[in-house]
T-cell receptor
């Protein structure tokens, strides 16, 4: 069965420091990959997605992610975080030819002043 | 488009009562998903529909839960009877599924509290 692993449940980081949130997935077939952000008391909002083509994907709010097929990873990065980036981040995968989106358990990013 | 619309935003009910959550997907989308989010279990997929037909309901916790999609613009998730352990935030999401692999769009959620 498809699965998504987000190894870090919480990541504290100081403002203006870089951050990487890790995501690994299990699949031997073609997949689509997504990162979502959830602010308190809100729904999930898409940050970026990988469908095909360039392995480096840029999203909103200065975030980017790199698809690494050999390591089955899709880590999210931002070179300099802001207080407003404090939120929960979810990695998701959808196997090509299917309808189902599988989400990781989320990583809570806390940006410290 | 107004996005995925869920109602109500908050629901407080007594144990044993019937609860109905509602969702209007984005117009033109052909897949609809119901998720449940709790601190303990994270984001769980309960059921999803494609072209109004339930495709996978393996995530529905038990027979007390049921979901319907009578047409392309409306879906309900019903819990009868409700129990305190059903307290959670329930999200509806929709997507246009094609080989382009578009993303799922989420509603704002319904926060359910069963007392």
């Amino acid at each position: 069965a498809q699965s998504v692993t987000q190894l870090d449940s919480q990541v504290p980081v100081f403002e203006e420091a870089p951050v990487e949130l890790r995501c690994n997935y299990s699949s031997s077939v073609s997949v689509y990959l997504f990162w979502y952000v959830q602010y308190p008391n809100q729904g999930l909002q898409l940050l970026l997605k990988y469908l095909s083509g360039s392995t480096l994907v840029k999203g909103i709010n200065g975030f980017e992610a790199e698809f690494n097929k050999s390591q089955t990873s899709f880590h999210l990065r931002k070179p300099s975080v802001h207080i407003s980036d404090t939120a929960e981040y979810f990695c998701a995968v959808r196997k090509s030819g299917t309808y189902k989106y599988i989400f990781g358990t989320g990583t809570r990013l806390k940006v410290l002043a | 488009d107004a996005g995925v619309i869920q109602s109500p935003r908050h629901e407080v009910t007594e144990m044993g009562q019937e609860v109905t959550l509602r969702c209007k997907p984005i117009s033109g989308h052909n897949s609809l998903f119901w998720y449940r989010q709790t601190m303990m279990r994270g984001l769980e997929l309960l059921i999803y529909f494609n072209n109004n037909v339930p495709i996978d309901d393996s995530g529905m916790p038990e027979d007390r839960f049921s979901a319907k999609m009578p047409n392309a613009s409306f879906s309900t998730l019903k819990i009868q009877p409700s129990e305190p352990r059903d307290s959670a935030v329930y999200f509806c999401a929709s997507s246009l599924n094609n080989e382009g692999g578009t993303e799922a769009f989420f509603g704002q959620g319904t926060r359910l509290t069963v007392v």
